[in-house]
């Protein structure tokens, strides 16, 4: 396993964003801002458990071109935990955000697996406000027929740790899977766990699944008239080969899916380098 991280994570991580918080819907949304002002928006929305800091290697890649924002979810990072969740109310966090973040009507979203969900809701909602908008290894849509109660796997325990070393050492990615890029996990670990008066914890709320609701965006992925395109992982145990068929007929046609060998649901866990120049080559195709 690597564990040494490499010169180019390094650098990247270096390229610190400006941290800011604003208030949606009676919640506290916290989002990071890397870039200047007027270049093109790149909304980054991370998976279910995650938080912005997934996102803090892949980032700076595109600072120097666009202005990219990248948000905790209410139930997620440093933002607050709601009563109940839906879709609409993630696409006002995300609309909240992009205004407050100053980013224009023509930006684009990359949402990995139930954030991808969360922009596809948003883009299909709001035409006037998205070009485009990128999946990461999100199923999206059930199978005819399939019968899908919950839109994710795995669950998170209410363990508190004695200190943030065993919480870090306790930490795992939901849906689980192995990564050999163990300089990463360590990474997102550290940012993923925070001091209570009765331990250390996960940021992520516990009861965000079931307090989730889930629905079917079928109708929403056939009528899209924003851009679409999509980065899967070819080791990926969330998309299956008939999941990749069926999304390439919903989706628009002409959208671009693009594969990365190696890598299994967190794709840029896995291979980063490969996501970055899978991403650009999407953003290439709407400019």
């Known amino acids: 396993m690597e564990t040494a991280p490499p010169a180019w994570f390094e650098a990247a991580i270096t390229r610190t964003a400006t941290r800011h918080s604003i208030?949606?819907?009676g919640c506290p949304i916290s989002y990071?801002?890397?870039?200047?002002?007027?270049?093109?928006?790149?909304?980054?929305?991370?998976?279910?458990?995650?938080?912005?800091?997934?996102?803090?290697?892949?980032?700076?890649?595109?600072?120097?071109?666009?202005?990219?924002?990248?948000l905790d979810c209410s139930g997620a990072g440093d933002s607050g935990h709601r009563d109940?969740?839906?879709?609409?109310?993630?696409?006002?966090?995300?609309?909240?955000?992009?205004?407050?973040?100053?980013?224009?009507?023509?930006?684009?979203?990359?949402?990995?697996?139930?954030?991808?969900?969360i922009a596809l809701r948003t883009a299909a909602r709001h035409p006037e406000r998205i070009k485009a908008m990128v999946s990461v290894d999100a199923k999206l849509v059930p199978l005819p027929g399939e019968h899908r109660p919950r839109g994710t796997s795995g669950f998170l325990p209410h363990t508190c740790h004695p200190d943030e070393a065993s919480a870090v050492a306790a930490y795992r990615v939901v849906p689980p899977q192995r990564c050999a890029n163990g300089f990463l996990l360590d990474y997102i670990a550290r940012h993923s766990v925070?001091?209570?008066?009765?331990?250390?914890?996960?940021?992520?709320?516990?009861?965000?699944?079931?307090?989730?609701?889930f629905e079917d965006q079928?109708?929403?992925?056939?009528?899209?008239?924003?851009?679409?395109?999509?980065?899967?992982?070819?080791?990926?145990?969330?998309?299956?080969?008939?999941?990749?068929?069926?999304?390439?007929?919903?989706?628009?046609?002409?959208?671009?899916?693009?594969?990365?060998?190696?890598?299994?649901?967190?794709?840029?866990?896995?291979?980063?380098?490969?996501?970055?120049?899978?991403?650009?080559?999407?953003?290439?195709?709407?400019?």
């Open 84 to 117: 109940r969740y839906d879709l609409d109310t993630f696409g006002h966090e995300i609309l909240a955000v992009a205004d407050a973040a100053g980013l224009d009507d023509d930006l684009v979203l990359v949402g990995h697996s139930f954030g991808g969900g």
């Open 32 to 70: 990071r801002r890397w870039g200047e002002a007027g270049r093109p928006g790149l909304l980054l929305i991370h998976g279910y458990s995650a938080n912005s800091h997934w996102w803090d290697f892949i980032a700076p890649a595109f600072a120097d071109d666009h202005l990219v924002v990248a």
């Open 194 to 213: 925070h001091a209570t008066p009765g331990g250390w914890q996960l940021k992520a709320d516990p009861a965000l699944l079931d307090r989730f609701r």
């Open 218 to 287: 079928t109708d929403a992925l056939l009528g899209l008239t924003t851009g679409f395109g999509m980065i899967h992982g070819t080791l990926s145990a969330s998309i299956t080969e008939e999941d990749l068929a069926y999304l390439q007929y919903v989706a628009p046609p002409g959208s671009p899916f693009r594969a990365i060998p190696g890598a299994a649901h967190h794709v840029f866990l896995d291979q980063p380098l490969a996501f970055i120049d899978a991403l650009r080559d999407l953003l290439a195709h709407w400019t």
């Open 23 to 25: 208030v949606v819907d």
